[in-house]
């Protein structure tokens, strides 16, 4: 499975921004994805995980009531919204993909088996 991240851009404080993965193929039931990101001089770290049907999400505590992570079966694609973005939010955003008996909603980068190039949000203040 490939994964093609896209939606960055450079936006204020309180902006909002949404990002896309596409897959390459169709994706199963048995899948999870997830995003994570990585600041300059930073750690990678995780920002939000959902079922491939949509039902189950997991958000990391600095997102949560900000970020809106979906999946769009039809499409093949999964979506993270943005919103109330601050300049802590700056970094390259990468999204990823796994398969669970049942989801789990990982915040482990190294559990999940496809990930794809980056996307770049850019928050000023």
């Known amino acids: 499975v490939q994964l093609q991240a896209s939606g960055g851009g450079l936006v204020q404080a309180g902006g909002s921004l949404r990002l896309s993965c596409a897959a390459s193929e169709r994706i199963s039931s048995s899948y999870s994805m997830a995003w994570f990101r990585q600041a300059p001089g930073k750690e990678r770290e995780f920002v939000a995980a959902?079922?491939?049907?949509?039902?189950?999400?997991n958000y990391a505590d600095p997102v949560k009531g900000r970020f809106t992570v979906s999946s769009d079966s039809a499409k093949n694609t999964v979506y993270l919204q943005m919103n109330d973005l601050k300049p802590d939010d700056t970094a390259v955003h990468y999204c990823?993909?796994?398969?669970?008996?049942?989801?789990?909603?990982?915040?482990?980068?190294?559990?999940?088996?496809?990930w794809g190039q980056g996307t770049l949000v850019t928050v000023s203040s």
């Open positions: 959902v079922s491939w049907s949509g039902g189950s999400k």
């Open positions: 990823v993909a796994g398969v669970w008996p049942q989801f789990c909603g990982s915040a482990l980068f190294s559990t999940y088996s496809y």
